[in-house]
């Protein structure tokens, strides 16, 4: 009987890594990416940075993403091991006399060169919004 038994892949949603590895893509799409943790506004401190050459992520800041988007209710835990299991590597931030964590991303996924045509795109649009807005 067990010659019979095959294993069958399901989906990405439905594997460890690879749903790690689509809902990062999908946050980096609808985020912004920052120049700089410093010299960002505080609200904006949690968003993806490029760090040592490696898309650098906050944990909560995916969390709080990830509930308002998929109505998921995965803890910030269960995150950090997703994160993990793709390959990402923790590291801290030392941010205006605080610490955050952050998790540089593989590379081999998530290639800096592709986000940062997205953070310039982000970037022309909000000046091209303040603007208008000042016009007005």
Not at 29 to 57: S, W
Not at 95 to 113: A, G, H, T
Request: charged fraction near 25%; aromatic fraction near 8%.
């Amino acid at each position: 009987m067990l010659h019979a038994c095959f294993d069958e892949q399901g989906p990405i949603e439905a594997q460890w890594e690879g749903a790690a590895r689509d809902a990062v893509a999908r946050y980096l799409e609808d985020n912004g990416f920052i120049d700089d943790i410093a010299t960002a506004q505080p609200q904006y401190r949690g968003k993806p940075v490029v760090i040592l050459g490696r898309v650098a992520i906050n944990t909560t800041d995916l969390h709080n993403w990830i509930n308002k988007t998929t109505l998921q209710a995965l803890s910030v835990k269960a995150l950090a091991s997703m994160l993990s299991a793709m390959g990402a590597v923790q590291m801290t931030v030392p941010v205006k006399r605080r610490e955050q964590s952050r998790w540089l991303l593989p590379i081999e996924y998530f290639d800096p060169p592709d986000y940062e045509k997205t953070a310039q795109k982000t970037t022309e649009a909000t000046e091209a919004t303040e603007v208008t807005r000042a016009i007005q």
